[in-house]
């Protein structure tokens, strides 16, 4: 998968999850509505300051938006592993 798609794909997943328009987080992220949609329909690829200030907004991290979804995903073994006592 392209760097483009996973990151069309997280920025949709990551504003719908925070319950935003396209149009609210445009106006958050002092960008143009039209240029939100074509950065999850793939038109366009964004700067990296694009890609922070949109992480700002939605309150994660910038390398959140470009992480594959396996790489999101805890490994089998890290899901069934004991929790450690501290």
Do not use: C
């Not at 719908?16 to 509505?33: F, M």
């Amino acid at each position: 998968m392209e760097i483009r798609d996973i990151f069309a794909r997280n920025l949709r997943n990551r504003r719908n999850e925070k319950g935003l328009s396209q149009e609210g987080l445009a106006a958050l992220a002092n960008l143009d509505r039209g240029y939100i949609s074509s950065l999850e329909r793939r038109v366009y690829s964004p700067t990296i300051d694009t890609v922070d200030t949109l992480a700002q907004v939605l309150g994660i991290e910038a390398a959140d938006l470009l992480k594959s979804e396996k790489a999101n995903r805890p490994s089998r073994k890290q899901k069934n592993a004991a929790p450690t006592e501290e």
